[in-house]
């Protein structure tokens, strides 16, 4: 058996324990043929004078104790989708912000250019959608950055060299990149571009010390976009790197002599099952979205605090208990069921907020900004419109429907899908960046990057747009023929989405004269469009608390970073998700992407 490393955890409630000098290591064993899949695609590269850098035992540890972990009711508005509710006060209202913004800083702007300019980055999550359209706006607007060292999991130091230049500098992303430089585009990409070998999930990174040493004297600003983010994930593999991962990274901050800022790459929806008007506020050692219901009267039973030391060790005296070959789904298992006990929909977004607790209780005088990004989706205009990478959350339902395999789904017509573009996602991060690294005081500054308050796309608006798209620019099938979609239906509840995919897969299929004549198919006919029902029904149970989420997310904060920023600012890094024609984005720009860079040209008109 291989060691798994859901190591070097420190976990510390702010304001309580004083962390001691020889800390304890949280270690669990895991077989070395499972492997671990990451939105960031895993990480590690490195070059120039830096050795590669192999595995390290762990020094860090963690020393416990909670409070109790009722929010305050200004941490959120209690209102049904959106609507305000008179007995909330106005201080309820006002946004969390740890650094007031002075006017003197609105009028001259936030001066992005000007910060980034010399800078080096520490990326981990580098291969990963939204890190590289991060990479490429910061060497595309400010070419005199300083080194961006880009963490890559590989075996090697060759293999991970290889990972940069096959998923990153080659990516059609950089296109505009490589046409300005031409011949030069690969020597100035490698000028800038340093490869780390390592991994966010062993101690000290995966980091020998010299390398280590030497990294921590240049970086001024860690980006942490590295994550799991499959909803159902095994729960030690989503704890490893989700939680874990910002907590060795935060660790490895603390060593880097002229750090300006740490920024960690979130989700809005670490706000788990909260309702109405969500705003913009740090989690803390202890929080917990069940216990917060408590607090509102909105549950009756009893709810113990969550731990994040207590998750680990669960997770540790578990996992040698089960059989080998019903471990992953038991840990599968393990993970919802612990996420909804505490009040949070999936192993995903549960593992993303006790991320951020760590954060929050390690961080010191470290200036902090954490960005919660909504669903994220292919880019609005830059470096140009429609770039993505693989099916994002909203794309299977997308390309299921416009190649006739899905003609319904289980969703709120009148919920809200909080949809965001990448670029507008990168804009505001560097805005923050600069923002907070120039302030450089002691803090932590939640940023929601989302548009279900100030823009929101209505699910039922959604699937019209989509009729309305294959309606006049169909996918075609295998004969080269138009594939007709009729108009989506939305069920409300999984029996009646349950019954129509039962009777749409039969009338597909051609199978609907096979029946008997009570209206029942062979036991050879229901296997036949069994898996197709199974696949439809498991992608709405997944996405069920998506479809049906109550909570809006507030993005004051956000809204007074853009106020910062001067005009020509916000032309070059603009992120005013309020502009977004919803129409023109979902028909012209992503679905086109979509077939572009997904499907690769498959089902279009030869």
Aim: hydrophobic share 40%.
């Amino acid at each position: 058996m291989g060691a798994f490393s859901l190591s070097s955890f420190v976990v510390t409630p702010n304001k309580f324990v004083h962390l001691s000098k020889e800390s304890r290591q949280w270690c669990l064993l895991k077989r070395k043929r499972s492997l671990l899949y990451c939105q960031s695609g895993g990480n590690t590269i490195e070059s120039c004078r830096l050795a590669s850098v192999w595995t390290e035992r762990s020094k860090l540890a963690s020393n416990v104790d909670h409070g109790t972990a009722l929010m305050d009711a200004g941490s959120l508005v209690l209102s049904p989708n959106g609507k305000t509710q008179p007995e909330i006060a106005v201080k309820d209202l006002v946004p969390y912000s740890a650094s007031p913004t002075s006017l003197v800083e609105m009028h001259e702007g936030i001066g992005i250019i000007k910060f980034l300019k010399g800078k080096n980055f520490f990326i981990t999550g580098a291969t990963g959608f939204l890190a590289k359209v991060l990479i490429e706006k910061i060497l595309r607007t400010v070419p005199d950055v300083g080194k961006i060292f880009v963490l890559i999991k590989a075996k090697s130091k060759d293999a991970a060299m290889q990972r940069l230049k096959n998923e990153i500098i080659d990516a059609e992303l950089f296109k505009c990149l490589r046409q300005s430089y031409g011949k030069s585009y690969q020597g100035f990409m490698l000028s800038k571009l340093v490869p780390v070998l390592g991994n966010v999930c062993e101690s000290n990174l995966g980091l020998e010390e010299h390398t280590l040493d030497a990294i921590s004297k240049e970086v001024d600003v860690i980006v942490n976009s590295a994550a799991n983010t499959t909803f159902d994930e095994r729960y030690d593999v989503a704890l490893d790197i989700n939680t874990g991962g910002p907590s060795r990274l935060m660790s490895f901050a603390k060593k880097c002599r002229k750090l300006k800022l740490f920024l960690q790459v979130s989700t809005a929806y670490v706000n788990g099952q909260r309702r109405g008007r969500i705003m913009e506020k740090p989690f803390c050692i202890g929080d917990s979205i069940a216990r917060e219901s408590l607090l509102f009267g909105t549950q009756k039973r009893s709810v113990p605090a969550l731990k994040v030391e207590d998750e680990l060790k669960l997770v540790l005296d578990l996992k040698g208990s089960f059989d080998d070959n019903v471990e992953a789904q038991k840990m599968k298992e393990l993970g919802l069921e612990r996420a909804k006990k505490h009040g949070w929909q999936d192993t995903y977004v549960f593992t993303k907020a006790m991320g951020e607790m760590l954060i929050d209780s390690m961080k010191a005088e470290i200036p902090t900004v954490i960005i919660r990004p909504s669903v994220i989706e292919s880019t609005y205009r830059e470096p140009f419109p429609g770039w993505m990478e693989g099916n994002r959350m909203m794309d299977p339902i997308i390309l299921y429907y416009g190649k006739g395999q899905l003609t319904g789904f289980l969703v709120d017509p009148n919920g809200v899908l909080d949809v965001i573009p990448a670029d507008m996602v990168v804009n505001a991060t560097l805005a923050a960046i600069a923002k907070h690294g120039a302030i450089g005081k002691p803090g932590i500054n939640i940023y929601q990057i989302a548009s279900s308050v100030v823009n929101p796309l209505i699910f039922q608006d959604l699937a019209n747009l989509l009729h309305q798209h294959f309606q006049s620019t169909p996918f075609f099938d295998l004969k080269g023929r138009p594939i007709d979609v009729p108009t989506m239906k939305l069920f409300s509840s999984m029996e009646d989405f349950s019954s129509h995919l039962w009777r749409d897969v039969i009338q597909r299929s051609g199978l609907a004269g096979s029946a008997s004549p009570n209206g029942k198919l062979s036991q050879k006919l229901q296997l036949i469009c069994r898996k197709s029902v199974e696949q439809s029904k498991y992608l709405a149970n997944i996405y069920h608390p998506y479809t049906f989420y109550g909570g809006r997310f507030d993005n004051s904060n956000t809204k007074m970073l853009m106020e910062c920023m001067s005009e020509e600012e916000r032309t070059k890094f603009g992120f005013d998700v309020g502009t977004i024609d919803w129409k023109d984005y979902i028909s012209n720009i992503h679905i086109p992407g979509l077939r572009r860079h997904v499907m690769k040209g498959r089902g279009m008109c030869s």
